[in-house]
């Protein structure tokens, strides 16, 4: 599933060549997606990243909303052929923008833009007050929290393990034995890593490419995710994999506590 890097990795890529073109049409190839404002000549004013919603800002005030779920993808294409599970094309006078989704969870939607100043989104405006109040106390582990969009925008399974590790925590004590000065570092090294990932356009351990079709680089730092059975790079313990919650946790048991 593409994270906060991955999607913000897109949106950069979008300003690059949708900033200012001209919308021509858009084409539905899924009914799932049907039924969609027109947005026929349209100007593409901004690209926003909203946890991992990808916002393309019109002229008129609104918003193409676009969030990839578990298997989406964007690609610029110059041309009109397209890939195989292409659901949806925008075509601008500079080139098409297809969404990709194999298992057909990727939502398109138009809407009004909506208002800056999220406090979840970890590298925007995040307000640890707010998190420590309404949040922090909750028994659920840590894990979970910390991919709960109505906590925290944009981590996913991936960035949550490494953010675990990193920060020395174990991914299964409750979020309310997490000291005020243990989050602190949860969030610093969050913000580490998630820069680093999008400094990287994002981590491709199975199906993640950029807008271009470009594999990311950031799969090479990671350190217990998809490390099953390998040593630490901290402590030289066998990393371990259990299941959480339905998904994959990647931990050290050694050095999370």
């Not at 294409?77 to 601008?92: A, C, F, G, L, N």
């Not at 979840?120 to 998190?131: A, C, E, G, P």
């Amino acid at each position: 599933m593409p994270e906060l890097p991955e999607v913000e990795t897109l949106c950069r890529q979008l300003h690059q060549k949708a900033v200012g073109a001209k919308i021509l049409r858009t084409t539905v190839y899924d009914e799932k997606l049907a039924g969609q404002e027109s947005i026929r000549g349209c100007v593409v004013c901004d690209v926003l990243r909203c946890g991992k919603t990808i916002h393309l800002i019109l002229n008129d005030g609104r918003s193409v909303l676009i969030h990839l779920r578990m298997t989406g993808r964007l690609f610029w294409r110059d041309q009109e052929t397209k890939e195989p599970h292409t659901r949806w094309r925008m075509t601008t006078e500079c080139g098409n923008v297809d969404l990709i989704d194999p298992r057909r969870f990727a939502t398109v939607k138009v809407g009004k833009t909506q208002a800056e100043g999220d406090d979840r989104d970890i590298l925007l405006n995040f307000s640890v007050k707010t998190f420590l109040e309404k949040q922090a106390k909750r028994k659920v582990s840590v894990k979970v929290l910390l991919m709960d969009p109505e906590a925290i925008s944009g981590i996913g399974n991936i960035y949550a393990c490494e953010i675990l590790h990193r920060a020395g925590i174990s991914p299964f004590r409750q979020a309310v034995t997490i000291s005020n000065d243990e989050w602190a570092g949860i969030f610093r090294h969050a913000k580490r890593i998630l820069k680093k990932g999008i400094e990287n356009r994002g981590t491709s351990i199975s199906d993640w490419r950029d807008l271009y079709g470009c594999m990311g680089r950031n799969q090479k730092e990671l350190r217990v995710y998809a490390r099953e059975g390998k040593a630490c790079r901290r402590c030289g313990s066998n990393i371990e994999r259990v299941r959480q919650s339905g998904r994959s946790t990647y931990y050290c048991r050694n050095c999370q506590i």
